[in-house]
Every structure is written in C-alpha cells, then in structure tokens.
T-cell receptor, first 111, second 116 residues
C-alpha cells in the first residue's frame, strides 16, 4: 500500500543546517514533493523532484533522493527562525490521482 | 494559495447544524480536493473531483458531502452526521494533463471550523 513516513519533530539552532527525512513505499512514484505549512495557513509548495534525479538544489534548499531505499530528504542551509513550520513530504503514485502525504515534520528553530 | 479562495477563514456552528465551506479557484485546474487536518494527524482526504459533475470519496468521507457543478467551485458540506467536525479544512487543486506535466497540488488558505 501507499505510505509516507516522516519523523514528527526536529529542533535546530539558528544558522545550522536542518535535514528532514522521509521514506515512501511506492516505487512507481514519478514525482516527490516538499510542502511547507506555517501556523494557521495552507500548504505552500517548496520544491519537487523527478524520480530519475538524485539531487535538486534551489537556493538554501537541497533535495536528495535515494530511489533504491525510497528515501527523500530536504536540507535547509543556514536555518532561520522564519523556517519554523511543518514540512510535508508527498508522493505521486499515479498520474492524475491524489498525492499521498506524510504526517509532517514540525521544525522548530531556536534563536 | 494564490488563485484559490476559501471562505470564511473562521467558522463557528452549533452542534447538529449543517455547514458549507466554500472553495473557489481561478487557476483553470480540473481536479479539486478537500482535506481535513487535525493536530498531529497530517492531512486526511475527504473527497476529490477530477472533472465537473463527478467526485470520489476519500479516506474519511462519512458525514461530509460535496458537489461539483462548476469547474471553479467545489463546496464541502459538513453534516450533522459527522461526529467530530471541529478541524482545519484545506481545499486543493491539481492540473491534469499529459507529460511533462507535474501533478503538483496547490492549496488554499484553509477554513478553521469550530463546532460549539
């Protein structure tokens, strides 16, 4: 079945790097996504990676994909207090179907 | 969000009353979704619609109903049969299409429903 697993909490100091991990089960997923949710708001798409890529970098964000282990990670460099939020990993098992979301990782940044 | 409107942002209702949450989009996306979010539970899919006049149940459809009469609109009714309706409700859209289209879902700002 489809399942996306994430750890629930992560705490880092301001200026350090954050690494949020995710495992998924459906090897046919074409795209994998990272979303950010700030308190009381909807989900904002941060980035996505195509399944034939190993890495994608976008400014402070680096996504690593290990397709063999079905492991996805999001690294945030120089983490700031504004990065405090819930981060959701999601997979797209089939075209034109709902994404499958993890439960989200709450990132707390300590000043 | 941006192009997806959910109203109102906060909604209060008495127990036993039906309530309808609005979701409107101007992105011309074919698919629309309703999710419920409870603390520590992540997102749970209630209903989704791939085209006008058609919709499918998600994982927790009991106590909810939807309609899709227009491409732009996908209202969700929370009925009195829903046992614990207090939650944060999120609407999302998705563009359908052939490759190399990406199945990204875009989310509205959400409606917080509190049943008193």
């Amino acid at each position: 079945g489809e399942d996306v697993e994430q750890s629930l909490f992560l705490s880092v100091r301001e200026g350090d790097s954050s690494v949020i991990n995710c495992t998924y089960t459906d090897s046919s997923s074409t795209y994998l996504y990272w979303y950010k949710q700030e308190p009381g708001a909807g989900l904002q798409l941060l980035t996505y990676i195509f399944s034939n890529m190993d890495m994608k970098q976008d400014q402070r964000l680096t996504v690593l994909l290990n397709k063999k282990d079905k492991h996805l990670s999001l690294r945030i460099a120089d983490t700031q207090t504004g990065d405090s939020a819930i981060y959701f990993c999601a997979e797209s098992p089939q075209r034109n179907t709902p994404l499958v979301f993890g439960k989200g990782t709450r990132l707390s940044v300590i000043a | 969000d941006g192009g997806i409107t959910q109203s109102p942002k906060y909604l209060f209702r008495k127990e036993g009353q039906n309530v309808t949450l609005s979701c409107e989009q101007n992105l011309n996306h074919d698919a629309m979704y309703w999710y419920r979010q409870d603390p520590g539970q992540g997102l749970r899919l209630i209903y989704y619609s791939q085209i006008v006049n058609d919709f499918q149940k998600g994982d927790i459809a009991e106590g909810y109903s939807v309609s899709r009469e227009k491409k732009e609109s996908f209202p969700l009714t929370v009925t009195s049969a829903q046992k614990n309706p207090t939650a944060f409700y999120l609407c999302a859209t998705q563009k359908r299409g052939g490759p190399p289209a990406v199945d990204t879902q875009y989310f509205g700002p959400g409606t917080r429903l509190t049943v008193l």
